[in-house]
């Protein structure tokens, strides 16, 4: 089992930049693939980003490729969402997801609060 905690979130201008993190801690890190996913008041939780237990590959939603960028470091447990010019659509609770190799077993953390001013 993994426990995921999320930080780096907050209140920025559009066009602006945030980094979150999200801290494993419990089994392995490398033993899941890592994702982001958001979700906005009203509406339903969305695939943001996803990352591969190794880092070799990566995908993104439509609606953030090119802005956004998601990596690891297995070394610190941590995996991180770049986001760069940032829209006010882009305001959401930010959720980290681990998704264990094996099992297929999902996990996420408790969600980070990331709001774009226009």
């Known amino acids: 089992q993994v426990q995921l905690v999320e930080s780096g979130g907050g209140l920025v201008q559009a066009g602006g930049s945030l980094r979150l993190s999200c801290a494993a801690s419990?089994?392995?890190?490398?033993?899941?693939?890592m994702g982001w996913f958001r979700q906005a008041p009203g509406k339903n939780r969305e695939f943001v980003a996803y990352?591969?237990?190794?880092?070799?590959?990566?995908h993104y939603a439509d609606s953030v490729k090119g802005r956004f960028t998601i990596s690891r470091d297995n070394a610190k447990n941590t995996v991180y969402l770049q986001m760069n010019s940032l829209k006010p659509e882009d305001t959401a609770v930010y959720f980290c997801?681990?998704?264990?190799?094996?099992?297929?077993?999902?996990?996420w953390g408790q969600g980070t609060q990331v709001t774009v001013s226009s």
């Open positions: 997801n681990a998704r264990d190799v094996a099992d297929l077993r999902d996990y």
């Open positions: 419990g089994r392995t890190f490398s033993s899941y693939d």
């Open positions: 990352i591969s237990w190794s880092g070799g590959s990566t």
